[in-house]
């Protein structure tokens, strides 16, 4: 896995993955459980400046963690990669 990934908790999961999916510095964004899962486009947006990005705009219940990725986000990635290159 190339980027960055991040596990995310908010109070409100809906309105917190369409608040990532905007952000032009998340590559991708996708719930995972309870949690949503977000690949960054560079190591300058981290943990931190999530939560200031999301607490800012009132996302509350905010928990951001640093991932690995498995085998269900390799997938993820592997699909979106593969309909994004296809001619």
Not at 41 to 58: P, V
Request: contains cysteine; charged residues 25%; negative net charge.
């Amino acid at each position: 896995f190339k980027v960055p990934l991040f596990e995310i908790r908010a109070n409100d999961r809906l309105e917190t993955l369409g608040v990532l999916r905007s952000m032009p510095e998340i590559k991708r964004a996708y719930l995972f459980g309870q949690y949503i899962h977000i690949a960054t486009d560079s190591d300058t947006h981290g943990s931190e400046w999530l939560k200031a990005q999301l607490s800012a705009i009132g996302i509350t219940g905010l928990k951001i963690s640093p991932v690995l990725a498995d085998f269900e986000d390799c997938f993820i990635d592997a699909v979106e990669n593969y309909s994004t290159h296809r001619t």
